[in-house]
């Protein structure tokens, strides 16, 4: 797409930002996979809509208060780019747009109070539990609370989950095959902390030593994801130096922490670029490790649920399917419309409840069609928006939760 964008004084990612619009043909092909479009129905809620206002707000044809209503309802799932025919880099555009665009912009008080408890709490884990205790006890009256602030209620968990302090080194079972580091996640570690557990335990038991670096963050994709550039900056920087160097990969098990290190050398630039290319999600990892299955049958029917951040962000489809259908009795179930998002997308539920609410009764049904004993997902926020609309009726869990149970013989 011809452009006039003044590259220069867009900021220091204008030159990605012109070359994701240029990429752009206008062809349409994102407008079926893009679920802001499948649930609103308009042009400009569609990729194919969002770049062209971002072009013209860029070019100064377009006024920004105008285009921001349409640029906050994405998603940031990035299914886009799994679609799109010309390669457009859609993450190059819409995140440093929204960095570009927050500090011109005009926010109401309940907003700014809202983007202060997310970024000042869900980033920091002691913040975080501390919020999720009050919650639980003030859920019998959420219907006092601001309108504003009641869909947090509604991703809070039954109870709160114990949670062990994390060692800073687990040796390997057996013969040392690897020894790789592991980025925990902020929200994860308080509101499911059994998947770092399970993962720890599925790697030491392939002979994987695992580095639990103490000085690492939050990864940053909160606040990059919303415009918060000097936060995502200041969390990259921080983690690039906390995690050593002398490991064979860096590895993630939360889709969007994995995507947002992946962006690393866009967020803080060249300097990352060692640290972003030896960033892999743990299944992915394991598959191509060589996973050494027990002998042993367990029969169990799984719907697998794609995480957006996995599936479009990092690529990774086929390495959990492969990983799973190792394990003698497992049988794999897939579920209608893979590429359309839960409606999780970080903080996304809790600044548009009414999408991510009709996202999220969208893939629960489609999930239940599946007609399987639990759905497994590579993704914390993808976790709980799911068990919150799936509740009794279909079990679901972490894909390094199922694995960690099926070599323990549990369930």
């Not at 240029?22 to 079926?32: D, I, K, R, S």
């Not at 070019?59 to 025919?85: F, K, M, N, V, Y």
């Not at 897939?334 to 997308?345: K, T």
Request: aromatic residues 4%.
């Amino acid at each position: 797409m011809k452009h006039s964008i003044p590259v220069d004084q867009c900021g220091p990612r204008g030159a990605e930002m012109a070359a994701a619009v240029q990429a752009c043909v206008h062809c349409g092909f994102c407008l079926p996979t893009c679920p802001t479009y499948q649930v609103m129905g308009e042009e400009m809620d569609s990729p194919r809509g969002r770049i062209t206002l971002m072009k013209q707000v860029l070019e100064g044809r377009q006024p920004l208060e105008t285009a921001l209503p349409h640029i906050d309802a994405c998603l940031g799932c990035l299914s886009c780019e799994t679609a799109c025919p010309s390669g457009v880099q859609y993450r190059d555009l819409i995140s440093p747009f929204r960095a570009w665009a927050e500090p011109q912009r005009e926010r109401s008080r309940m907003d700014r109070l809202r983007r202060w408890m997310l970024m000042n709490v869900l980033p920091y884990c002691w913040r975080m539990a501390m919020a999720v205790r009050l919650g639980l006890m003030a859920r019998p009256f959420r219907k006092a609370m601001p309108k504003a602030l009641a869909p947090m209620f509604d991703l809070l968990p039954q109870r709160m989950p114990r949670r062990e302090p994390l060692r800073e080194l687990y040796e390997a079972h057996g013969e040392k095959r690897a020894r790789v580091a592991l980025l925990t996640g902020c929200a994860q570690q308080v509101l499911a902390p059994e998947i770092n557990a399970a993962t720890i335990r599925v790697l030491q038991s392939q002979g994987v030593e695992v580095v639990v670096p103490r000085r690492q963050q939050c990864c940053g994709a909160l606040a990059w994801h919303v415009g918060e550039e000097q936060r995502a900056v200041k969390a990259a920087k921080a983690n690039v130096a906390a995690f050593p160097t002398d490991v064979d990969a860096i590895l993630t098990n939360a889709a969007g922490c994995g995507s947002t290190l992946h962006e690393y050398p866009l967020i803080m630039g060249e300097g990352a670029k060692a640290f972003a290319g030896k960033v892999q999600d743990v299944a992915q990892y394991l598959d191509a490790l060589g996973f050494r299955v027990p002998d042993k049958e367990r029969k169990v029917t799984v719907v697998m649920q794609d995480a957006c951040h996995l599936l479009h962000g990092q690529r990774v489809q086929s390495a959990p399917r492969r990983l799973l259908a190792k394990f003698p009795g497992v049988i794999i179930r897939e579920v209608a419309d893979p590429e359309l998002c839960c409606g999780s997308a970080g903080s996304y539920n809790l600044e548009h409840p009414d999408v991510a609410a009709a996202l999220g009764r969208r893939k629960a049904e489609a999930l239940l069609a599946a007609q399987a004993d639990v759905c497994v997902t590579g993704n914390i926020g993808c976790l709980m928006q799911l068990r919150a609309h799936l509740g009794v009726r279909l079990r679901v869990t972490h894909t390094m939760v199922l694995v960690d149970e099926y070599l323990r013989n549990l369930g």
